[in-house]
């Protein structure tokens, strides 16, 4: 007897892929009739082994696991790199079937936008300093489309990496200032075995850029070591990491700081639990990290 194909076939089922918000919506009730919890994981594609973590976060905790694929043309200044920002639907999908997600949501951009759209929301005061500062409109844009995705697919948990730090101080906040009954989990960074946090852009980078981009992770690391030793001088540890990174060639710095974990005010002595934020441009990719530095 012929053994049937299926039975050797490795392919995973790839998850549907829908792009309006009635068939998300329809997707979503019919999961709910199951008696399924709703687990959200929003990205702008190009997925990596971040993305997939805060899937698999998602999938462990039982959810019917929907991911966002939708990169957000409000949260890109015009100079950025909306235009060139990887796009790979049918990787992530691959991606996804392997790592079990339930649905892609992958919205056209007037879909979510269309024509005559005018409400946004006002982001946080988190949201004033460090990213908030250097990219104008970047935090708006972020808060807008998160409140209309989770008002979407209305999930019971929506999952973010660690990876954008000051996010997720504006989306806690965000859910918490406006009543929206999400939790929000937040999971640690995933990193490559050098330490270079993943990310979408790191495909943009050269070898030398990507030996240079090292310095980010390394000057946490550093900045992490000498705190677990008892340094709570939040300028000493700062100039540590900008002399990392200056002994790198890393020039184009927007900040490298120690500042409160919740609030993101800078800090003096560091008596309460802390984050260190690094933001730099190399060659031509802005890249930015952290590490959290406990009490
Ligand atoms: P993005 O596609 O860059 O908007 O990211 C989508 C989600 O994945 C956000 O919540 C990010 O914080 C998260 N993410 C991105 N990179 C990583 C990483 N290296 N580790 C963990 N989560 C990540």
Redesign the pocket.
């Known amino acids: 007897m012929t053994p049937s194909p299926a039975i050797h076939s490795t392919a995973t089922r790839l998850p549907a892929i829908v792009s309006t918000l009635p068939q998300l919506r329809a997707a979503v009730a019919a999961a709910r009739q199951e008696g399924r919890t709703i687990g959200l994981?929003?990205?702008?594609?190009?997925?990596?082994?971040?993305?997939v973590?805060?899937v698999e976060a998602s999938l462990q905790a039982g959810h019917f696991t929907v991911v966002t694929i939708f990169v957000n043309p409000t949260q890109f200044a015009p100079h950025e790199d909306f235009a060139k920002y990887p796009r790979t639907l049918a990787e992530d999908q691959a991606a996804l079937g392997q790592a079990g997600a339930d649905l892609i949501y992958a919205p056209a951009a007037e879909e979510v936008y269309p024509p005559g759209h005018s409400t946004t929301v006002n982001p946080p005061a988190v949201a004033e300093r460090w990213e908030g500062e250097r990219r104008p409109g970047h935090f708006r844009g972020v808060a807008t489309v998160v409140l209309k995705l989770l008002l979407s697919a209305q999930p019971d948990v929506a999952?973010?990496?660690?990876?954008?730090y000051q996010?997720?101080c504006v989306i806690r906040q965000l859910v918490a200032d406006l009543d929206v009954p999400t939790a929000i989990e937040v999971?640690?960074?995933?990193?490559e075995p050098d330490g270079l946090?993943?990310?979408?852009r790191n495909r943009y980078l050269s070898g030398p850029q990507r030996q240079q981009a090292l310095a980010l992770s390394r000057a946490l690391a550093q900045a992490g070591r000498r705190h677990e030793r008892g340094e709570r001088d939040a300028s000493r540890l700062m100039q540590g990491m900008r002399d990392e990174l200056s002994a790198a060639g890393v020039t184009q710095v927007d900040y490298a700081v120690v500042v409160d974990a919740q609030t993101l005010e800078p800090l003096q002595q560091i008596e309460r639990p802390a984050v260190a934020l690094v933001a730099a441009t190399v060659g031509a990719t802005r890249l930015i990290d952290n590490l959290l530095l406990g009490k």
Not at 41 to 51: E, K
Not at 187 to 191: A, Q
Not at 197 to 200: G, Q, R, T, Y
């Open positions: 994981v929003p990205t702008m594609g190009a997925l990596h082994a971040g993305h973590s805060l999952y973010f990496g660690q990876k954008d996010q997720t999971r640690p960074t995933i990193r946090a993943m990310s979408s």
